[in-house]
């Protein structure tokens, strides 16, 4: 008997139905991924398609992911809105609920692996930071871009698929935080922004990428030697605020003024962008000297991009009290020193951290 072709179309359509749904209750289990949104130019939007500037933290997580080609194939997501700034005013309080949110997924049993997106600007303080603080062993990866949402061109889809394929790749629990951009990765011990505007702005100056990222595809390069994460003892989950640590910037001609005008107004710790080798002017040196007798923790950083800033060089850290921050650049030394404040003010002890961490 002829069914009549309205009958046969609807009857195909069925066929194709079941075998879809078949195939889909055949298919592997993907990998459940919590995309955490912080803002960032990769949440910004230009007022027009010809405009300049941009508004960082635009668009919200559900969006973002959303705008992202085939991201679906890779991992089941969900995504969760914790502030939407740009991440020049990243703060203490929003570290502490980020490292709260994370700490969550971590202990979830839906969630698999993290993926943080954030501005570029704070992005090498806050993936040390939570590097250094998060108790749990799944990957965290933290993705950002150079150009907002909607420019010609914007990296934000490409880095936002590329971290979702690092924090899924099988090597990546256990390594502390990720951070993902332009076909790279680092680990945030050693990543630092380099450039204003370029897209290839974030490198590992000391010691390279640990791997490339390309279309989801990974390679993984270097090991990570340091301690992170549970070993550095380091909870602050029942925090609620960070000790105040100032930077400050050497230059010739320094005085003594800022670093007096710091201790004044209640820092516990500073952390100086040296000249060379982490040095400063005599009457720099000086009051720090005075700071770190009364109690203030002083570590000597560099102001430049690479290089190690070493103990006892050209100051004697034994005698002065100060901590040399190794391979750490100002901002990162300064997330270590207020995170080592919250549990001595041993300068001895808190070098041996910047060795370790
Ligand atoms: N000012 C922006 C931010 O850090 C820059 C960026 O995301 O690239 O939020």
Redesign the pocket.
């Known amino acids: 008997m002829r069914l009549n072709p309205g009958f046969d179309l609807r009857l195909a359509a069925f066929t194709l139905g079941l075998l879809a749904a078949f195939a889909v209750s055949a298919a592997p289990d993907l990998p459940n991924v919590r995309v955490i949104a912080t803002?960032?130019?990769?949440a910004?939007a230009q007022a027009s398609a010809g405009d300049y500037g941009y508004k960082?933290?635009t668009y919200d997580v559900n969006t973002l992911i959303g705008a992202v080609p085939n991201l679906d194939k890779l991992a089941d997501i969900t995504g969760e809105q914790v502030v939407n700034?740009?991440?020049?005013?990243?703060n203490d309080e929003v570290w502490l609920k980020l490292a709260k949110s994370v700490a969550a997924a971590q202990a979830s049993a839906d969630v698999d692996a993290i993926v943080i997106m954030?501005?570029?600007?704070?992005?090498e303080e806050t993936s040390y930071f939570l590097s250094l603080v998060t108790q749990g062993t799944k990957p965290v990866v933290m993705v950002?871009?150079?150009?907002p949402a909607t420019a010609i061109s914007a990296d934000g889809p490409g880095n936002i698929y590329n971290g979702v394929a690092v924090a899924v790749s099988p090597e990546a629990g256990g390594k502390g935080t990720l951070v993902s951009l332009n076909d790279e990765f680092h680990y945030a011990r050693n990543v630092v922004k380099t450039n204003t505007t370029s897209l290839q702005t974030f490198e590992s100056i000391n010691r390279g990428p640990a791997g490339l990222v390309h279309t989801g595809t990974v390679a993984w390069f270097e090991p990570m030697n340091k301690k992170l994460g549970k070993a550095t003892g380091f909870d602050v989950a029942k925090l609620d605020k960070l000790p105040r640590v100032d930077v400050i910037y050497a230059h010739a001609n320094m005085s003594a003024d800022l670093i007096e005008a710091a201790v004044k107004n209640g820092a516990k710790g500073l952390v100086i962008a040296g000249v060379g080798d982490g040095n400063m002017t005599t009457p720099a040196l000086d009051a720090c000297k005075k700071a770190a007798a009364a109690g203030v923790v002083v570590v000597r950083s560099t102001r430049l991009p690479a290089g190690l800033v070493l103990r006892n060089n050209e100051v004697n850290d034994d005698e002065m009290g100060f901590v040399a921050s190794g391979e750490l650049n100002p901002p990162k030394s300064r997330v270590l020193l207020q995170l080592a404040l919250t549990q001595t003010k041993d300068p001895k002890r808190i070098q041996e951290m910047f060795y370790e961490f």
Do not use: K, N
Request: proline share 0%; net charge negative.
């Open positions: 803002g960032g130019t990769i910004g960082s933290g700034i740009g991440s020049q005013d990243m954030h501005g570029t600007d704070t992005l950002g871009s150079m150009r």
